[in-house]
């Protein structure tokens, strides 16, 4: 079993900066790729950035140049640095590891991200 906890969201006014973290416990090995989705209220989850164990990284448009996903292997731990906040970022946004050996991939419990003046 693997387990996530994600931490750093909060409220946070137009224009500023949130890091977010999710960090894995358990049977961690072979990890394939690392990232975090976003859910709104009424809307689907969407991808928001991943990044492969090869660093290769993904964003949705609506946050490059704004949002940058890193990782830590040796910490088994995901960061997402947002900048630029604005309030259509606002969302619980979700971690997930997805590994090299066909397990299904695992699942932070969200975390609020708010953005509001």
């Known amino acids: 079993q693997v387990q996530l906890v994600e931490s750093g969201g909060g409220l946070v006014q137009p224009g500023g900066s949130l890091r977010l973290s999710c960090a894995a416990s358990?049977?961690?090995?072979?990890?394939?790729?690392m990232g975090w989705y976003r859910q709104a209220p009424g809307n689907q989850r969407e991808l928001v950035a991943t990044?492969?164990?090869?660093?290769?990284?993904n964003y949705a448009d609506s946050v490059k140049g704004r949002f940058t996903i890193s990782g830590d292997n040796a910490k088994n731990t995901v960061y997402l640095q947002m900048n630029s906040l604005k309030p259509e970022d606002t969302a619980v946004y979700y971690c997930?590891?997805?590994?090299?050996?066909?397990?299904?991939?695992?699942w932070g419990q969200g975390t609020q991200v708010t953005v509001s003046s």
């Open positions: 990044i492969t164990s090869g660093r290769i990284t």
């Open positions: 997930t590891f997805r590994f090299s050996d066909g397990r299904p991939n695992y």
């Open positions: 358990g049977s961690i090995f072979r990890i394939a790729a």
